[in-house]
């Protein structure tokens, strides 16, 4: 049983919806494609979620999975940096979530505000099923399954991380509670050395005797670094240190990024159902036409009647598209009608596709390669098992379902 950094360790799912657009790559991936390179990063396409809202239209599901897995490439995800991999080709995220329910109250999961409001929000579907309900669950079985410590997420998603912490405290308070706990983990104190087990007492006591949340942490960087005792006592030192069990399953915390929020073409939110996106990979002529069809400040109904960028939903685009200077000149041109609004969407147009067109070239390496996708989801889904067993062992181990 390998140690688990869980600090170190990312987390992060995402809906097969199909192809991905531009909100997406700002809002996610280019986020995702700098965690890379700094943690231990595991990205899932959650195909079990879109079940759970298109049961009835499960059709589509399969093609929206291997285009999302194209775009996450195209954009720049690597597999030699990161593991990517489809929900459904792991199924020990299922064998966690029954687990989970178990010990899942059923208030938490009605008072998650998701639930009354999808159901709200699309009435077509009949969303009063078991599998509905319990899918901030399984976004939770996601996460705790690698005994990831960070979870990088949209401010929508909050509520479901809090969840998922709640449902690791009540599972540790459950399991991690072995006969002997205390005495087990005074003998693994001694195991640290007399000097490291001093500092451990010392931070311990100010922690629970002041509250002391810095000691908590100083402790906590000190248990990590410590190479001489098993993972078992690491896991009781860590729930000593708060007063628990051990540490089964750890608490994930929520990375918000502050990633810009890129507005559609009519500006409102992004996004496919809303017919306001642009894809990645959209060919140049889409990228153009979408935007040259952009409305624009309504103040300008002839060409020479003046504007303001700040009535206009091109100019957000231009927020993160275009320079200061170039920024600076449209402006002027703009509020004293000296330029016409295809001249001011004519640099947003070329810095888009200018953006776009290595994304497209990866695409296409993938989409004339289906055996190539294919390989890296077969390999990443490998990679993700292999975690995701250990830490399965250590949860039947705890609920004593282990009969060899
Ligand atoms: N529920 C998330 C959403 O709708 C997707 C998701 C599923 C997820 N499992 C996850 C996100 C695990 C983060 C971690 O966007
Ligand atoms: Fe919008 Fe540019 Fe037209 Fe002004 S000139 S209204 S900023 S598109």
């Not at 459904?88 to 998650?112: D, F, G, K, N």
């Not at 901030?136 to 690698?146: F, G, N, R, S, V």
């Not at 703009?334 to 070239?361: F, T």
């Amino acid at each position: 049983m390998s140690l688990v950094d869980s600090e170190r360790r990312v987390l992060s799912g995402m809906r097969p919806s199909g192809r991905l657009h531009l909100g997406h790559y700002h809002g996610v991936l280019k986020n995702w494609i700098k965690l890379q390179h700094e943690y231990e990063c595991f990205f899932c396409i959650v195909d079990w979620h879109a079940l759970t809202t298109n049961y009835q239209e499960v059709g589509p599901i399969s093609q929206h999975v291997m285009d999302m897995a194209v775009d996450w490439l195209a954009a720049g995800v690597s597999p030699s940096s990161a593991t990517l991999f489809i929900q459904s080709q792991v199924p020990e995220h299922a064998e966690l979530h029954l687990l989970l329910s178990m010990i899942c109250p059923l208030s938490w999961l009605e008072r998650v505000p998701s639930y009354k409001e999808q159901q709200d929000r699309l009435p077509g579907r009949e969303l009063a099923t078991y599998g509905f309900l319990g899918y901030p669950l399984l976004q939770t079985a996601d996460i705790l399954l690698y005994r990831a410590g960070l979870v990088p997420v949209g401010a929508d998603q909050l509520p479901h991380i809090e969840f998922a912490r709640e449902v690791a405290r009540r599972f540790n308070h459950l399991y991690g509670r072995e006969p002997g706990f205390e005495l087990k983990a005074e003998a693994a104190i001694r195991k640290l050395g007399k000097k490291t087990a001093t500092l451990y007492n010392n931070l311990r006591k100010a922690f629970q005797e002041q509250g002391d949340v810095e000691a908590l942490e100083t402790a906590r960087a000190l248990l990590k670094e410590q190479q001489s005792i098993t993972l078992g006592d690491k896991e009781r030192l860590f729930g000593y240190l708060e007063g628990g069990g051990r540490v089964l399953l750890p608490e994930p915390r929520p990375l918000l990024s502050e990633a810009p929020k890129l507005p559609g073409l009519d500006g409102s939110k992004m996004s496919k159902s809303n017919g306001n996106a642009i894809f990645l990979r959209d060919s140049n002529a889409e990228v153009e036409e979408k935007i040259r069809r952009m409305p624009t400040d309504p103040a300008r109904v002839h060409r020479d009647d003046p504007g303001n960028p700040a009535h206009c939903p091109v100019w957000p685009l231009h927020e993160v598209y275009t320079s200061a200077e170039t920024r600076a000149a449209l402006q002027q041109g703009c509020q004293s009608a000296g330029i016409g609004c295809l001249e001011c969407k004519g640099p947003l147009i070329e810095a888009v596709q200018k953006e776009l067109q290595p994304l497209q070239a990866r695409a296409a390496d993938y989409q004339d390669n289906p055996e190539l996708l294919r390989s890296i989801l077969a390999e990443g889904a490998e990679r993700a098992r292999n975690e995701a067993r250990e830490t399965l062992t250590e949860v039947r181990l705890a609920l004593g379902l282990n009969y060899r």
